[in-house]
């Protein structure tokens, strides 16, 4: 086997790296590659995972099979993957360092029959370490420290296992690449042996990936095509609360959203978590307001809170924790215009309690009775809930699964209920309620 550099832009080919391709002048473009020959043993080694002599099928002739699902024991992760792993489903497990993504691994390797958790980051005694703290007791998972990815392949022969674990796709390399671990080149090449290996033993494979700074998967972008579902894994470590995304899922929807929390136990499933973000009230406050927030297919109650006070400075501040800024200004301007609500010399400050992200266009209604409430210090009533999105006219409009965040709402208690059926104008609203 031997190495060659392709330029990602137009495919020109060289066989030393280049800081630019000559073809057609791309800077950082040449990635190197493996180019495997008839005699190469790394060829013959594999010729097993490669499917010859394949035949064309008419798509009407091909029986669709049911698709048998291992459910993971961990409700929340079941409903982000539609059910549970399907056999020899490879799924890309992203998130920030810190974030959970090692310690929910091995939880689910604690519900399985029989795991091979490879790790190239920690030590056996590392993991040992954080398993003793989850409390985990399984016997049937096995241990292999390795960043050889021909080796894990080569150990992988013969074994009967229910779930391959790789942490991280990161820090593993072969041989047949002169590139360090982590390159572009050798996750590519290290993540397709692995997926080749997993697609014709029938095995799911999970495969951790690491976060740049810019939030995207490190490595080549390659590396989200090719795998079956991509999982993030993401939420503030300065709470306990953990969101799990499925960004992409060829086996089921992307509307799911598991939700944890972040325990010394570990990662606790949420499952009813529609209150967890509404404190404790006992008063009605000026400028906090309830709205219903859609995770997936679930409701979520979030408390939206402004606090408006005179400007001491020459530009107001605006300050938006856990929605957009500049939609921020914008419904500002809404409310200044259409409602005639001036805060042109107030300083504003709007927070979403329990510090979940709410950049849902339904919270608009919600962010502007807030900031009036606060801006005429007149609370909203105690059972108040308000959905909709505000347009730039002032009018109110209506938002995806209204009828069900209501309903949802209702059942736990909201009974006044301001939407798009109920008021058609921001304007009109505001006059009935605080005015």
Same mark, same amino acid.
């Given at each position: 086997?031997?190495?060659?550099?392709?330029?990602?832009?137009?495919?020109?080919? =060289?066989?030393?790296?280049?800081?630019?391709?000559?073809?057609?002048?791309?800077?950082?473009?040449?990635?190197?590659?493996?180019?495997?020959?008839?005699?190469?043993?790394?060829?013959?080694?594999?010729?097993?995972?490669?499917?010859?002599?394949?035949?064309?099928?008419?798509?009407?002739?091909?029986?669709?099979?049911?698709?048998?699902?291992?459910?993971?024991?961990?409700?929340?992760?079941?409903?982000?993957?539609?059910?549970?792993?399907?056999?020899?489903?490879?799924?890309?497990?992203?998130?920030?360092?810190?974030?959970?993504?090692?310690?929910?691994?091995?939880?689910?390797?604690?519900?399985?029959?029989?795991?091979?958790?490879?790790?190239?980051?920690?030590?056996?005694?590392?993991?040992?370490?954080?398993?003793?703290?989850?409390?985990?007791?399984?016997?049937?998972?096995?241990?292999?420290?390795?960043?050889?990815?021909?080796?894990?392949?080569?150990?992988?022969?013969?074994?009967?296992?229910?779930?391959?674990?790789?942490?991280?796709?990161?820090?593993?390399?072969?041989?047949?690449?002169?590139?360090?671990?982590?390159?572009?080149?050798?996750?590519?090449?290290?993540?397709?042996?692995?997926?080749?290996?997993?697609?014709?033993?029938?095995?799911?494979?999970?495969?951790?990936?690491?976060?740049?700074?810019?939030?995207?998967?490190?490595?080549?972008?390659?590396?989200?095509?090719?795998?079956?579902?991509?999982?993030?894994?993401?939420?503030?470590?300065?709470?306990?609360?953990?969101?799990?995304?499925?960004?992409?899922?060829?086996?089921?929807?992307?509307?799911?959203?598991?939700?944890?929390?972040?325990?010394?136990?570990?990662?606790?499933?949420?499952?009813?978590?529609?209150?967890?973000?509404?404190?404790?009230?006992?008063?009605?406050?000026?400028?906090?307001?309830?709205?219903?927030?859609?995770?997936?297919?679930?409701?979520?109650?979030?408390?939206?809170?402004?606090?408006?006070?005179?400007?001491?400075?020459?530009?107001?501040?605006?300050?938006?924790?856990?929605?957009?800024?500049?939609?921020?200004?914008?419904?500002?301007?809404?409310?200044?215009?259409?409602?005639?609500?001036?805060?042109?010399?107030?300083?504003?400050?709007?927070?979403?309690?329990?510090?979940?992200?709410?950049?849902?266009?339904?919270?608009?209604?919600?962010?502007?009775?807030?900031?009036?409430?606060?801006? =005429?210090?007149?609370?909203?009533?105690?059972?108040?809930?308000?959905?909709?999105?505000?347009?730039?006219?002032?009018?109110?409009?209506?938002?995806?699964?209204?009828?069900?965040?209501?309903?949802?709402?209702?059942?736990?208690?909201?009974?006044?209920?301001?939407?798009?059926?109920?008021?058609?104008?921001?304007?009109?609203?505001?006059?009935?309620?605080?005015?």
């Amino acid at each position: 086997m031997s190495s060659i550099f392709v330029c990602q832009q137009c495919g020109n080919e =060289y066989s030393k790296w280049l800081g630019k391709c000559t073809a057609c002048n791309s800077w950082n473009s040449l990635v190197e590659t493996a180019q495997f020959t008839k005699k190469s043993k790394s060829s013959s080694k594999n010729s097993s995972l490669v499917t010859r002599n394949s035949q064309t099928l008419k798509l009407t002739d091909i029986k669709a099979s049911q698709m048998q699902r291992v459910t993971t024991g961990i409700s929340e992760l079941d409903r982000a993957l539609e059910g549970g792993l399907v056999n020899g489903q490879v799924v890309l497990l992203a998130g920030e360092p810190g974030i959970g993504k090692s310690t929910i691994l091995l939880q689910l390797a604690n519900n399985l029959d029989k795991t091979l958790y490879i790790s190239g980051e920690e030590s056996s005694s590392q993991v040992a370490i954080r398993a003793e703290r989850l409390g985990i007791k399984n016997k049937n998972i096995d241990f292999l420290g390795s960043t050889d990815v021909d080796e894990i392949i080569e150990k992988l022969q013969g074994l009967t296992l229910q779930c391959i674990i790789v942490d991280s796709i990161q820090t593993m390399s072969t041989g047949d690449l002169t590139g360090l671990a982590g390159s572009v080149g050798q996750v590519r090449e290290c993540a397709f042996r692995l997926l080749k290996y997993a697609k014709s033993k029938n095995i799911p494979l999970i495969l951790v990936g690491h976060v740049t700074k810019e939030g995207t998967v490190a490595g080549p972008a390659v590396l989200a095509h090719i795998v079956d579902t991509v999982l993030w894994f993401e939420g503030d470590k300065k709470t306990n609360l953990r969101l799990l995304r499925s960004v992409k899922n060829r086996f089921g929807s992307t509307d799911e959203v598991g939700i944890f929390s972040m325990e010394d136990k570990g990662l606790i499933s949420l499952d009813d978590p529609e209150k967890l973000f509404l404190g404790e009230k006992t008063e009605n406050v000026a400028g906090s307001v309830v709205s219903v927030l859609m995770e997936g297919s679930r409701s979520i109650l979030v408390e939206i809170q402004s606090l408006v006070v005179p400007t001491k400075m020459a530009f107001p501040r605006r300050v938006a924790q856990g929605i957009d800024s500049k939609r921020l200004e914008m419904l500002l301007a809404i409310l200044f215009r259409r409602a005639n609500v001036p805060m042109y010399d107030m300083d504003v400050f709007v927070n979403v309690a329990g510090g979940i992200k709410a950049n849902d266009p339904s919270m608009d209604l919600a962010i502007c009775l807030s900031v009036a409430s606060s801006f =005429y210090d007149k609370a909203l009533p105690k059972k108040f809930i308000a959905v909709g999105e505000v347009g730039l006219s002032g009018e109110i409009r209506k938002v995806g699964m209204q009828e069900k965040r209501i309903k949802d709402a209702k059942r736990l208690g909201f009974s006044d209920v301001a939407d798009s059926e109920s008021f058609k104008y921001l304007p009109q609203l505001i006059h009935n309620y605080l005015k």
